[in-house]
């Protein structure tokens, strides 16, 4: 969306079920073999009890809720706060959920509160997102 | 590494080259399919000539190196900011640095300044973590 | 194949392209993210000049071999030497090939030369396996 | 590690869950389909009584260890011998651990036994690997 299509209130969100493979995929990419996410002996004597996503994985659908859907595509992502709040398990289905606060509008500027909750309602992940919108001239 | 065992100072880091094959396996997972990252055709006449790769995957390599080397396995992560600075483009090689900032060994806590580089040395993400090491009968 | 099926001086092969994309699934799944495979800046500096595939990934193309052509699907793995004589850069195309040295009717096993070559006929990988087939009643 | 920093008897190792994900992006890497790792109706007919996952990868975790931790980065694989004793299952937890044997500081070599258990301690694979470490000039 362009910068004068968004306002105040508007809200987005994206959901998906935390898999096996989601996590497998992550910890191959990034490289954090952290056995909290990869071991399930090690990880079954640890603080959660069994293995947890990574929390920068929950985190990024935020990402995805904001380059694909408000703003969306052209989005320019400048500035992300995270809190990590509960753990999220193998099979959670979890929700990244972003609410526009802010308009600076002659930079194109925005400002959103973002969370992701799981599938109880628990907020995970809370935080704010700083981003900018394409201008008048672009998709 | 235990509460007593870190100290402000400590540094520590993770370096990777960031491919294709990483951003396509990234937006595979998190479901942020950008055109940004995806869409060769469309990143060229965006505003960054070509495509880059997620933010949130070059900030996971700061999830990386706290979770697997400072203060390693074990780590309970809390908090972390960001600033997205530079685009990181595909075939960039960058590098996840975190220094020790602050202690908190009532709550086993640690404060952590937390960047990224590209391979010529400019910071592309910058921000602050907030870990909780694993306590003295923990491995 | 079936025991009786299979005689000395028969031989296998397969081929493929090592991509970057093989090479970064196959650190994510197996956790070896050392640099000279996955840091284009570092590997530039080390003993070859640039990245090379895992060794344990050339390799693999053995199991390939044993396990879909000669003695192909049912094929239980005993052992296997591995000698890495060259290194395998990304985009070097492997063909790795076996050839049966011995037959052990009795216990249904079968020894086999066994290696691996680059698109210039080097030898990259050099070895030998041992592998048990599956009897006459199975398929 | 250094040569000179290496001494007989140290010993590392390296855990990972071996998930129906990793097995499915082994093969898919490897083009080993072997049915006893990838279909599931044929396996449970098999000698192992379901799927198992490919013996190259339960292998593969000897290679992370001596790149990641012992000797660590930079090392030059140039030999390993595998013996495949049991198999491992989807959802299995092996430990690969290697200990030094044998120090050749003037060729920079190091001889290792290596070998991996699964998480009631029997080990799956077993051998030794040949190892050259990094030169003093180097990190």
Redesign the interface.
């Known amino acids: 969306m362009r910068i004068d299509q968004i306002a105040a209130g508007m809200t987005a969100e994206?959901s998906?079920t935390v898999?096996?493979?989601?996590v497998?995929?992550?910890?191959?990419?990034?490289?954090?073999?952290?056995?909290?996410h990869?071991?399930?002996?090690?990880a079954e004597k640890?603080?959660f009890g069994g293995?947890i996503a990574?929390?920068?994985?929950s985190?990024?659908?935020i990402?995805?809720v904001l380059?694909?859907r408000l703003p969306g595509?052209?989005?320019?992502?400048?500035?992300?706060?995270?809190?990590?709040l509960r753990p999220v398990r193998i099979g959670d289905t979890v929700t990244a959920r972003v609410e526009v606060l802010e308009m600076m509008a002659a930079k194109r500027r925005v400002r959103l509160a973002t969370w992701v909750e799981n599938q109880t309602g628990e907020k995970v992940v809370d935080g704010e997102a700083l981003v900018m919108v394409p201008g008048q001239d672009r998709q």
């Open positions: 994206f998906k898999t096996e493979a989601d497998v995929m992550f910890a191959g990419v990034t490289g954090d073999f952290n056995p909290a990869l071991d399930a002996v090690a640890g603080p293995r990574h929390g920068m994985l985190a990024s659908f990402s995805t380059a694909m595509p052209g989005t320019i992502y400048l500035s992300q706060s995270l809190k990590f």
